[in-house]
Nanobody, 125 residues
Framework: QVQLVESGGGLVQAGDSLTLSCTVS????????MGWFRQAPGKEREFVGAIDRSGESTHYEVSVKGRFTILRDNAKSTVHLQMNSLKPEDTAIYYC??????????????????WGQGTQVTVSS
């Protein structure tokens, strides 16, 4: 059974940085494409970014490009989401997701078949 466990959420001020981590168990990590999604209150869950199986290719949603970075450590079965210059509009529950369907860094939510429980990120102005 594949399990994804996120950590690192919290309350920060605008302009601060925060790093989320997601550790995967139950599956060989390098066979999984990893993604991050977020869901703000009253909104649909949206794509944030993704990293391919090798870690060589990433893809980001436009509003976070240049501020957020996804890194993976295949030896530790962990993916990180480094978030810099945070804005109040980044406030959401952040979800880690894994995909054994596509080898590339896809933004399609329906490609991801494993999900974490989510971690809250709150950015105050």
């Amino acid at each position: 059974q594949v399990q994804l466990v996120e950590s690192g959420g919290g309350l920060v001020q605008a302009g601060d940085s925060l790093t989320l981590s997601c550790t995967v168990s139950g599956r060989t990590f390098f066979t999984l494409t990893m993604g991050w999604f977020r869901q703000a209150p009253g909104k649909e869950r949206e794509f944030v970014g993704a990293i391919d199986r090798s870690g060589e290719s990433t893809h980001y949603e436009v509003s976070v490009k240049g501020r957020f970075t996804i890194l993976r450590d295949n030896a530790k079965s962990t993916v990180h989401l480094q978030m810099n210059s945070l804005k109040p509009e980044d406030t959401a529950i952040y979800y880690c997701a894994a995909n054994d369907i596509t080898p590339w860094a896809t933004s399609r939510r329906d490609n991801y078949n494993y999900w974490g429980q989510g971690t809250q990120v709150t950015v105050s102005s």
